[in-house]
């Protein structure tokens, strides 16, 4: 199983940790909590390394996860007083919550890898456009010339190979 992740390569330590947090899930042993625990799956571990890296590409770097008792992966992520837990229990039966202020946004159960997925590009869709972070003003101004101008030659260009006054010379060439 490849277990190297998108979170290898923009992650913050916290974010690695969570990666190879996953990871150490597959040495989990049988009976490993108190007498009783599932070893879990590898499905189950690359199913949430591939969310977890969908978190982290929709700005959700704030993660962990939890190794479940009976083979289910716990991962969570937070923003501010959101809250986003998946519980894979197996990569076809994933449990989404989206939590705002301990109000409950969101909760779907059974869902496949892609809609999981999905219904987390949606969640943080949302909370980005609440957030601080988003603009809710228009750069531009109405009315305004967005009208391109082309390069002028400035003095002393005619000496730059490269400039538009030179640029004829160069094609005869």
């Known amino acids: 199983m490849n277990l190297v992740s998108i979170n ?42 591939s969310l ?30 959101h809250y986003i837990a998946l519980t894979v229990a197996t990569p076809d039966d994933i449990a989404f919550n989206h939590d705002h202020a301990d109000d409950e946004i969101s909760a779907r159960e059974g869902l496949n890898l892609r809609e999981a997925k999905k219904s987390i590009e949606d969640a943080a869709r949302g909370i980005w456009s609440l957030s601080d972070l988003s603009t809710h ?14 390069s002028k030659t400035l003095p002393g260009a005619a000496g730059c190979p490269y400039s538009s006054a030179n640029a004829g010379k160069m094609l005869v060439a």
Do not use: C
């Open 8 to 49: 290898a390569f923009i992650g913050t330590p916290m974010e690695l940790g969570t990666a190879q947090k996953i990871a150490t899930f597959s040495s989990l042993p049988l009976g490993w909590h108190y007498g009783a625990g599932t070893a879990i799956s590898d499905d189950n571990i690359a199913a949430a390394q």
């Open 52 to 81: 977890l890296d969908v978190l982290l590409l929709n700005g959700l770097t704030r993660t962990d996860a939890f190794p479940g008792s009976d083979g289910e992966i716990l991962l969570t992520a937070y923003f501010g007083t």
């Open 137 to 150: 003003v228009h750069l531009t101004t109405p009315g305004g010339n967005l009208m391109t101008s082309h």
